[in-house]
Each structure stands twice: as C-alpha cells, then as structure tokens.
C-alpha cells in the first residue's frame, strides 16, 4: 500500500548536522502519520519523532528535543528529518515509518509500513 525509502545517512562530526530524508511511493493518501525511529546494535528500536501528515503536528523524544526537526512536503511524498548537534549517542540505523495513529504514536507497534534504514554514524 505504501513503501518508504530512507536517504540521507552517513558519517558526521560530533557536533555536525545531517538531513534524512524518506520518500513515500504507492497510496501516499493513506499517511496519517509519518514517524522516524532508530536502532542502535544491540538495542530495542526507540522513537525519535513525528508528525501529522495533515496539518503538521509534531512529536520529538526527550532525547533528540531542540536539536531535530521533523518536517513534511506533501506535495513531493517525502518527509524529512534534520538533525543538528549530533552526538556519538545518536549512531543508529534510522527508519522511516507510517501510521494510522494520529494522536502521539511513539510505540513500533502504532506503525504498519517502514523502509529499509539508513545508517548515520556520529564521531566523536
């Protein structure tokens, strides 16, 4: 119904900026929210941030609060994620997902559709 792909990923300074950026294909109009989640190696995939597809409302993890922001162009089916400040700890593979949820979906379980990953890698 819906497939996502991720881009955007790569190594940066600690410190630096990255923009993702996640590319929805197929029945886009089913999007209710679009959600960014990340995986560490050896660790449970953690919320990042998300938003409404409609109207814009945003969402963030504690952990990523004042440093990224989530954004949305309808019109190009694409989602963004732009991280700044970036820390060691942020070095995870990240995923773009949808969901039908529209009222604060922070767990893996509210998504249904999600795309391959992309790696960002923080040095310190």
């Known amino acids: 119904q819906v497939q996502l792909v991720e881009s955007g990923g790569g190594l940066v300074q600690a410190g630096g900026s990255l923009r993702l950026s996640c590319a929805a294909s197929g029945r886009t109009s089913s999007i209710l929210t679009m959600g960014w989640f990340r995986q560490a190696p050896g660790k449970e995939r953690e919320f990042v941030a998300a938003?409404?597809?409609?109207?814009?409302?945003?969402y963030y993890a504690d952990s990523v609060k004042g440093r990224f922001t989530i954004s949305r162009d309808n019109a190009k089916n694409t989602g963004y994620l732009q991280m700044n400040s970036l820390k060691p700890e942020d070095t995870a593979v990240y995923y773009c997902?949808?969901?039908?949820?529209?009222?604060?979906?922070?767990?893996?379980?509210?998504?249904?559709?999600w795309g391959q990953g992309t790696q960002v890698t923080v040095s310190s």
């Open positions: 938003i409404r597809w409609s109207g814009g409302r945003t």
């Open positions: 997902a949808r969901s039908s949820f529209v009222t604060l979906p922070r767990s893996s379980s509210q998504y249904d559709y």
